[in-house]
């Protein structure tokens, strides 16, 4: 009897001090992955910004108005004020309007754009005084699984955040410019409209991309977005703020839309004109000509560079992304069923 006295003592004092540790603890302790997530948030919390981009109209009486046209999402470069967004964000505006996340409201004017690869540069007009520059990663060893943080404000609802995976990397994606984009980083991580232009973070909080569109018939988020890496970012960015525009190397020809090529059912890139003293009338292209009689005729059809098999001017426009202005390309011709190879110097195509 007086052993279970002892152990009925024990027991209460252990409930007590139970009880007492359920009252000063948590309901609820927050587990690693979520800590992670807080932390990402907390440190990009003045880095994201929301974008109104506004156009000029005029009514029946020529009285000029400002209407919202449409809203996105953006993150600050860097200490100079420049904000990165996509160009579909900010396309035909004539005004842009950058919302930070104290909710002051600060004019923006458009840098420049590369529709080809959907980015666009607007640069902050006024103090920048407490944003923060994101922290640039690499897309280049991203893996599948991998987990992703969206930042952005879909449907106008300020500063939203979504989690994910990457669920495949190296995506082919039409985009606001009419080529691809190649090496998009498909994720589950939900990208609804006014996502478009706002970070895709890693777990160390870098910047692994830039949320860009959804694959859904409703228009709402159904687990397939994309994002435009950040190498492709890395290597654009810097040419608009310097240039206002990217600066990319060709070799001096005009060339067939792709629309006219599969009418005469031509696999590859007619060439249509070669600028003179071009490192391609070097190098013997033409393009296409008249004969006696008037009539037009093609001569010269990129097929391929270097190792790079063309077959539009998709690829060669993707092929030519992989090089820089004075370096020198095999380009494969046909003309007349016959193959040929030539040395070309790439220049600069303004």
Not at 153 to 168: E, K, L, Q, R
Not at 171 to 183: E, H, N, S
Not at 336 to 345: E, P
């Amino acid at each position: 009897m007086r052993h279970f006295k002892k152990w009925r003592r024990y027991s209460l004092v252990f409930l007590l001090l139970v009880w007492g540790w359920a009252c000063t603890s948590p309901v609820s302790a927050l587990i690693e992955d979520e800590k992670n997530t807080i932390e990402v948030v907390k440190q990009n919390s003045n880095s994201v910004v929301y974008i109104t981009n506004i156009q000029y109209v005029r009514d029946f009486f020529y009285n000029q108005e400002q209407v919202a046209r449409g809203t996105g999402s953006g993150f600050i470069w860097d200490n100079n004020g420049h904000v990165v967004t996509n160009y579909h964000v900010i396309e035909e505006g004539d005004a842009f309007l950058i919302t930070l996340p104290d909710q002051k409201h600060l004019k923006a004017r458009l840098v420049g754009k590369e529709p080809n690869k959907d980015i666009a540069v607007l640069r902050i007009e006024g103090s920048t005084a407490g944003l923060k520059p994101i922290k640039v990663g690499s897309s280049g060893n991203l893996m599948v699984g991998q987990k992703v943080i969206a930042i952005g404000n879909p449907f106008g609802f300020d500063y939203t955040v979504t989690t994910g995976i990457i669920s495949a990397v190296g995506r082919q994606i039409r985009g606001a410019g009419g080529v691809t984009i190649r090496d998009m980083i498909q994720t589950d991580a939900s990208i609804n409209p006014g996502n478009s232009g706002g970070p895709l973070l890693n777990s160390d909080s870098e910047l692994i991309g830039m949320n860009t569109m959804i694959y859904s018939a409703t228009g709402t988020s159904t687990g397939v977005g994309f994002a435009v890496p950040v190498d492709t970012i890395k290597r654009v960015v810097p040419q608009i703020i310097k240039h206002g525009k990217v600066i990319r190397p060709g070799i001096g020809i005009t060339y067939l839309p792709e629309q006219y090529a599969q009418r005469v059912n031509v696999e590859g890139v007619v060439v249509v004109e070669v600028l003179k003293d071009s490192p391609a009338y070097r190098a013997g292209i033409r393009g296409i000509a008249r004969d006696r009689y008037g009539r037009l005729y093609i001569q010269d059809v990129i097929v391929g560079i270097d190792n790079i098999k063309i077959s539009s001017y998709d690829d060669l426009y993707n092929a030519l992304d992989n090089y820089r202005i004075g370096d020198e390309v095999t380009v494969t011709l046909m003309r007349d069923g016959k193959r040929r190879k030539v040395k070309v110097r790439l220049v600069r195509i303004d």
